[in-house]
């Protein structure tokens, strides 16, 4: 009778590990899209940051340099640069801000689909479930 009732189970048992085969394959091509979605924000990030960096320069209580031929500087065209710096600054802080948030919520897509993952390859398979009589 045992028998009987494993020749029945062995045919869904083959057919659950089938169905198991094809999900994992979606699951992980899935995971590596956004695998490559997430490396390519992680290098605009990383552009971005050596942009940031390249323009942090302090502004204030730094002499500013001097003009060329010793023509007299023009307060409003200092103070107007000195803004722009800031502002830009500030965009390139946002934009980071933005990219960060972008890769960690790609990051919380990947969390369940990793779970899944696991869990399909940790499932026993159709010769393991079967008792040996």
């Known amino acids: 009778m045992r028998r009987l009732i494993y020749a029945l189970l062995l045919p869904l048992s ?3 590990a089938a169905d198991n085969g094809t999900e994992l394959e979606r699951l992980s091509s899935a995971l590596n899209m956004l695998n490559q979605q997430q490396q390519a ?3 605009h990030f990383q552009m971005v940051q050596e942009v940031r960096r390249g323009s942090a320069r302090p502004l204030y209580g ?3 340099p001097s003009p060329p031929d010793g023509q007299i500087v023009n307060y409003d065209a200092v103070v107007a640069a000195q803004s722009e710096a800031i502002q830009r600054r ?3 802080s946002r934009q980071a801000d933005a990219l ?3 890769y960690n919520e790609i990051e919380a897509l ?3 689909l990793q779970a899944r993952i696991y869990e399909l390859t940790l499932a026993p398979g159709p010769n ?3 008792g040996g009589d």
Do not use: G, I, S
């Open 100 to 102: 960060l948030a972008k």
């Open 41 to 43: 924000v992680y290098q």
């Open 62 to 64: 730094m002499p500013a």
């Open 14 to 16: 083959f057919a659950a």
């Open 128 to 130: 393991d479930r079967l």
């Open 90 to 92: 500030e965009a390139l």
């Open 110 to 112: 990947k969390e369940p």
